[in-house]
């Protein structure tokens, strides 16, 4: 195998630095597995990383893209053979382990999910770790009780990926799902997702939050954090379920006691970097199944691989809609 293309970030003068460069297999991190990635994605994490909005590379150098879906081309580990079609999300890829931006990679066999029947690879990056995290996110709340009986669900952040394919998925399971954005333009598409209600973060009066407000949610995808999480949790039914995937809007999260036990409202922390792959497994396979998201190729565009750069503004800017999947193929 000669050289390949890859996409590495890294931290020159205190300053992160970004472009494209030719590797070599010999070059990657260890792993039981070889890769011919096929597609990655486009996450918040990996435009934070590639820009240096955030701190998020734990070493000097790395080649980026915390996603990927692709052929194993070579595998040490029994479990994947040759040929076989594999993703994987979260972990240390992209972060501490050379990740998905590469038209190869070699990585831990522990960290590989063989592609759910019915996901195609491209569908599996249209999902990526956004469309992981929103059903890690749903399946912990059935599993904290919530079902469609128990009443509306509300996805904030609700354009983001995260946001599109919860509603989708959501709305897929038979929820009512209520939609919160901060962008007007956008009822249409989110009501075409499934949204049966929108409403905008500019008809809340934030400044002013009760203890215990209305009781309107059975359960929450909240991605904001901040103000918006403290009035998803006053707002929450008896016995509702909150999954706390984001902080889009803060970390910071000033609210009081009294829903948790005057309502008996459950906070989830999801984390899906580290979810363990019997979880993992089963999450995927869910969105391969009954969970699937209907409306993926509404939802997310496709960029050739050098057209990677050009994309990460949107989401640093807050101009993000649904998902972008990179093909590594393509350029």
Same mark, same amino acid.
């Given at each position: 195998?000669?050289?390949?293309?890859?996409?590495?970030?890294?931290?020159?003068?205190?300053?992160?630095?970004?472009?494209?460069?030719?590797?070599?297999?010999?070059?990657?991190?260890?792993?039981?597995?070889?890769?011919?990635?096929?597609?990655?994605?486009?996450?918040?994490?990996?435009?934070?990383?590639?820009?240096?909005?955030?701190?998020?590379?734990?070493?000097?150098?790395?080649?980026?893209?915390?996603?990927?879906?692709?052929?194993?081309?070579?595998?040490?580990?029994?479990?994947?053979?040759?040929?076989?079609?594999?993703?994987?999300?979260?972990?240390?890829?992209?972060?501490?382990?050379?990740?998905?931006?590469?038209?190869?990679?070699?990585?831990?066999?522990?960290?590989?999910?063989?592609?759910?029947?019915?996901?195609?690879?491209?569908?599996?990056?249209?999902?990526?770790?956004?469309?992981?995290?929103?059903?890690?996110?749903?399946?912990?709340?059935?599993?904290?009780?919530?079902?469609?009986?128990?009443?509306?669900? &509300?996805?904030?952040?609700?354009?983001?990926?995260?946001?599109?394919?919860? &509603?989708?998925?959501?709305?897929?399971?038979?929820?009512?799902?209520?939609?919160?954005?901060?962008?007007?333009?956008?009822?249409?598409?989110?009501?075409?997702?499934?949204?049966?209600?929108?409403?905008?973060?500019?008809?809340?009066?934030?400044?002013?939050?009760?203890?215990?407000?209305?009781?309107?949610?059975?359960?929450?995808?909240?991605?904001?954090?901040?103000?918006?999480?403290?009035?998803?949790?006053?707002?929450?039914?008896?016995?509702?379920? &909150?999954?706390?995937?984001?902080?889009?809007?803060?970390?910071?999260?000033?609210?009081?006691?009294?829903?948790?036990?005057?309502?008996?409202?459950?906070?989830?922390?999801?984390?899906?970097?580290?979810?363990?792959?019997?979880?993992?497994?089963?999450?995927?396979?869910?969105?391969?199944?009954?969970?699937?998201?209907?409306?993926?190729?509404?939802?997310?565009?496709?960029?050739?691989?050098?057209?990677?750069?050009?994309?990460?503004?949107?989401?640093?800017?807050?101009?993000?809609?649904?998902?972008?999947?990179?093909?590594?193929?393509?350029?």
């Amino acid at each position: 195998m000669g050289k390949f293309k890859a996409f590495k970030i890294q931290e020159v003068d205190k300053k992160i630095q970004a472009a494209f460069v030719e590797c070599a297999l010999e070059e990657l991190d260890p792993g039981e597995v070889v890769v011919r990635v096929a597609y990655s994605d486009v996450n918040y994490k990996d435009a934070l990383a590639a820009t240096g909005k955030g701190r998020i590379l734990r070493r000097a150098a790395c080649i980026g893209g915390i996603d990927l879906s692709g052929t194993v081309v070579s595998s040490s580990d029994a479990r994947f053979a040759k040929g076989d079609a594999v993703l994987a999300t979260g972990y240390d890829l992209g972060v501490a382990h050379h990740g998905g931006y590469a038209e190869y990679a070699r990585v831990p066999a522990d960290w590989l999910v063989k592609l759910p029947g019915g996901l195609t690879l491209w569908e599996a990056m249209a999902l990526g770790t956004a469309g992981f995290t929103a059903g890690l996110g749903i399946v912990r709340m059935e599993q904290n009780g919530l079902k469609p009986a128990n009443g509306p669900v &509300i996805v904030t952040g609700a354009t983001g990926g995260v946001g599109s394919i919860a &509603i989708d998925a959501l709305a897929r399971l038979g929820y009512r799902v209520a939609a919160l954005t901060g962008k007007p333009q956008e009822t249409d598409y989110l009501k075409s997702l499934g949204a049966k209600e929108v409403l905008l973060r500019s008809d809340l009066d934030l400044s002013k939050l009760k203890p215990l407000d209305r009781a309107q949610w059975a359960g929450a995808v909240e991605n904001l954090g901040g103000d918006v999480l403290a009035w998803v949790a006053s707002n929450m039914q008896v016995g509702g379920t &909150i999954a706390s995937i984001g902080l889009a809007a803060s970390m910071s999260l000033n609210t009081t006691v009294a829903p948790f036990i005057l309502r008996g409202v459950s906070l989830l922390g999801i984390d899906s970097v580290n979810c363990p792959m019997a979880l993992r497994t089963e999450v995927w396979r869910r969105l391969a199944g009954d969970m699937r998201p209907a409306h993926l190729k509404e939802t997310a565009r496709t960029v050739a691989f050098d057209q990677l750069p050009g994309v990460f503004g949107a989401f640093i800017e807050a101009r993000m809609k649904g998902r972008i999947v990179v093909d590594m193929a393509a350029g």
